[in-house]
Structure formats: structure tokens, C-alpha cells
């Protein structure tokens, strides 16, 4: 599984929003998204150009795993 290498924090934000994700609050430059969809989720996401690749790796991994999905479904889903 190869991760985009040009994503951005605003770009991953509208990604999420097919998940339910939705901007709960900011502080600097990290903005904080919360979900509903299968219990309550919390992630902070980094608004920076680009996401590191292993910073990328580690929110979608948790993501997935709340979700119950792989992370290449996971990404399928995002069309990231």
C-alpha cells in the first residue's frame, strides 16, 4: 500500500466528512474532527502542507480501526 504523498490538511478534513467527520475545534495549526458513525471518534488532524507520510499513516490506521475497515478499503473510500 503506497500513501498519497501531496495531502494536505484541508484536503484530509473533506476526505473525513464521508466518514461523518465534522471540525469540532481548532487550536494552531491542528484542527480537531469528531464522528458519530459507530460510536463517538475523535481525531486531530495537522494543517499542514503536506501530512507527513507517517503522521498520514498513523490517523488513517486509527480511523480504520474505528470503523472496522483495512486501510486500503479505508483509502478506497476516501479516494485519497
Do not use: C, F
Amino acid at each position: 500500500m503506497r500513501l498519497p504523498r501531496d495531502i494536505d490538511g484541508p484536503q484530509l478534513a473533506k476526505a473525513l466528512a464521508v466518514l461523518g467527520y465534522e471540525t469540532t475545534r481548532q487550536k494552531g495549526s491542528h484542527v480537531r474532527l469528531t464522528t458519530e458513525r459507530d460510536g463517538q471518534n475523535h481525531e486531530v488532524i495537522p494543517w499542514h502542507h503536506p501530512i507527513k507520510t507517517g503522521t498520514l499513516a498513523a490517523i488513517l490506521k486509527r480511523i480504520a480501526l474505528h470503523h472496522g475497515l483495512t486501510i486500503e478499503t479505508h483509502l478506497k473510500m476516501l479516494n485519497l
